[in-house]
């Protein structure tokens, strides 16, 4: 495996580990519920230097910030994330 290919598996992974980590919040959401923040600080996911992760996931279509499919809480969870990746590039 190319060495980009296995940086969009690593970035698919923590993408997934995030959205599982918030699946109860992402559920109340979609109940209409007001969820409790998480235990855990998601600023750990995020690299240092976040540039490549936000170009991956510009190009990957199914990115839940990408994919049409996604559900709106998905999307909205993904969204947040990158904007974060955003703020972190502008802070370096």
């Known amino acids: ?35 409790e923040p998480d235990d855990y600080n998601d600023e750990e996911e995020i690299d240092d230097d976040p540039r490549a992760e936000l170009d991956a996931i510009r190009q990957d279509k199914t990115h839940p910030f990408n994919d049409p499919k996604a559900t709106a809480a998905e999307h909205q969870q993904a969204v947040d994330y990158v904007n974060k990746l955003i703020a972190r590039t502008v802070r370096s």
Not at 10 to 32: H, V
């Open 1 to 35: 495996m190319s060495e980009r290919g296995r940086k969009l598996d690593e970035i698919a992974r923590r993408t997934k580990a995030l959205l599982e980590r918030n699946r109860d919040e992402i559920a109340a959401m979609k109940n209409g519920e007001i969820a």
